[in-house]
């Protein structure tokens, strides 16, 4: 984790009110994983004190530069779509935990909703570069939200619904899944809490849909299970889910982003935002 001026390179209005800023931090940039996020202060004459939290949307470890993607939500956003290149922001990062793929895992599903988009997108080019088959699933109000097939590289199929079926399939991007739970070793998802509680249910019942018969645990070596919220065991799960919360300090300290899990509370910054499905309580998030 590192504490660093970050200067501005590009910023670019990409969607109505979205924006896509380039940012130059190679000690970032070198250490970063597909997952994890930023937590970025403006400068102090701005007047905004309070640190926000941005997942790490793009990585070029070479020209050591960062992405981040946001909606204009408030002040502090505002403020940061009006930077003009040269200008520098406080980094504190790279923050929490990422996504674990699989090394046998050749086809990956991702899965995104609005904004969500910014939690998968560096997964995708980490894929492609290790050779895997990467879908792309993304959810959005209308045509005018959708995040443009420009901005990503051409070998990721790229699948839209929108829920007034303006552009794509017509409802929720949810419901695009069965089509290729078979086909995917594993699924990376992002986005509104009520679309990874959905995703969370389809992936409990995946198993039984395909007829992959449940056994019980084997004898003698192999039996030691990997403890909950481990590396071992995230990397195992077929749905790994990037959870969006307000935050405080971003390390661990204030519990302002606390989630409930099965073994108990969870911060967010933390023990995720990246959690296996099976490590969070989705009731009353549907
Ligand atoms: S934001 Fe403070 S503990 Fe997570």
Redesign the pocket.
């Known amino acids: 984790m590192r504490l660093l001026d970050a200067e501005l390179i590009e910023s670019l209005e990409f969607l109505p009110g979205q924006w896509l800023q380039t940012y130059h931090a190679p000690l970032l940039a070198s250490a970063s994983q597909a997952g994890q996020f930023v937590h970025v202060r403006t400068p102090d004459y701005s007047g905004l004190v309070l640190r926000r939290p941005f997942s790490i949307n793009t990585v070029d470890r070479v020209g050591g530069r960062i992405t981040i993607h946001f909606r204009v939500t408030g002040v502090g956003t505002a403020w940061m779509a009006r930077m003009q290149p040269t200008q520098a922001v406080e980094m504190l990062g790279p923050l929490g935990r990422g996504f674990e793929v699989d090394p046998k895992s050749r086809h990956l599903l991702l899965v995104a909703g609005g904004l969500g988009m910014a939690g998968v997108r560096s997964l995708v080019d980490d894929a492609l570069a290790s050779d895997r088959s990467v879908t792309l699933l993304f959810g959005a109000a209308s045509a005018m939200e959708v995040y443009p097939s420009s901005l990503l590289p051409d070998e990721v199929e790229y699948v839209v619904a929108t829920d007034d079926g303006s552009f794509g399939h017509h409802g929720r991007v949810t419901e695009l899944v069965p089509q290729f739970e078979a086909w995917a070793d594993q699924c990376f998802a992002c986005g509104p809490q009520p679309m990874l509680a959905a995703l969370a249910n389809l992936a409990a019942g995946r198993q039984a849909r395909m007829g992959v018969a449940r056994l019980g645990p084997r004898r003698g070596k192999g039996t030691k299970q990997a403890p909950p919220g481990s590396r071992a065991a995230r990397r195992r799960a077929w749905l790994q889910v990037s959870m969006e919360q307000n935050?405080?300090?971003?390390?661990?300290?204030?519990?302002?982003?606390?989630i409930m899990g099965v073994d108990g509370p969870q911060?967010?910054?933390?023990e995720g935002p990246v959690f296996a499905a099976e490590e969070i309580r989705w009731e009353g998030w549907t």
């Open positions: 935050m405080g300090c971003a390390v661990g300290a204030c519990l302002g982003c606390v911060r967010v910054c933390r």
